[in-house]
């Protein structure tokens, strides 16, 4: 267990829809970072968040959105969902791990657009 | 650019030994990692270099090298539950992305008796 927890787990939802995946990251972890892994495909860098600032973006749609609250969860909103959206998104966390920033991440949540 | 290689797909044998290579070029460096991830499953934390050489771990071992902009990770002793995906990711340094991960499109192990 890494200590990052998401929901839901699974979640099926028609095209044009909004769904909204949940995150809490490790105690005592500053920054959030969302992925997106299709299948057979590689981790992809959605966006990154540090003490509720947005720190880094990668290759998130505008369809996308994410925010990072106090309480340091987060939140990925996708929109206009399409079927392509189908895949495995992870929320991870990182913080000082023995002088390094070790990245953890949680189990994911499957979305599945039909 | 940022650019991380890796290959596909490897077989071996259980007990024997495996090396999987990354090749990458980023646009600065600040560490590179290697994650384990199972079919499904969540990646998990391997290993971890920032200067040249080898860190081992158990079965496990990585090497570095940032002139060459190359690393390996061995797998000694193979057991089947070896048989998953090995990322290979780079932290580059630029003023916008403190500590993010870029990953490779990994190499799918499979480990037979």
């Known amino acids: 267990d890494s200590g990052v927890t998401q929901t839901p787990k699974h979640l099926i939802t028609a095209t044009g829809q909004r769904v909204t995946l949940r995150c809490s990251p490790r105690?005592?972890?500053?920054?959030v970072y969302w992925y997106q892994q299709s299948l057979d495909q590689g981790l992809q860098f959605l966006i990154q968040y540090y003490n509720g600032e947005e720190r880094a973006k990668g290759n998130i749609l505008e369809r996308f959105s994410a925010q990072q609250f106090p309480d340091l969860h987060s939140e990925l909103n996708l929109s206009s969902l399409e079927l392509g959206d189908s895949a495995l998104y992870f929320c991870a966390s990182s913080g000082k791990d023995r002088g390094r920033n070790t990245i953890y991440f949680g189990e994911g949540s499957w979305l599945t657009v039909v | 650019g940022q650019n991380i290689d890796q290959p596909t797909e490897m077989t071996a044998t259980e007990g024997a030994i495996v090396q999987i290579n990354c090749t990458y070029q980023t646009s600065g460096f600040n560490g590179l990692f290697w994650y384990q991830q199972h079919a499904g499953e969540a990646p998990t934390f391997l290993s971890y270099?920032?200067?040249?050489g080898l860190e081992e771990k158990g079965r496990f071992s990585s090497f570095l090298s940032r002139s060459k902009g190359y690393s390996y990770l061995l797998l000694k002793e193979l057991q089947m539950k070896d048989s998953a995906s090995y990322l290979c990711?780079?932290?580059?340094?630029?003023?916008?992305?403190?500590?993010?991960?870029?990953f490779g499109a990994g190499t799918r192990l499979a480990v037979h008796p």
């Open positions: 105690s005592g972890d500053l920054s």
């Open positions: 270099n920032v200067l040249d």
């Open positions: 990711a780079v932290s580059p340094t630029f003023s916008g992305g403190y500590n993010k991960l870029i």
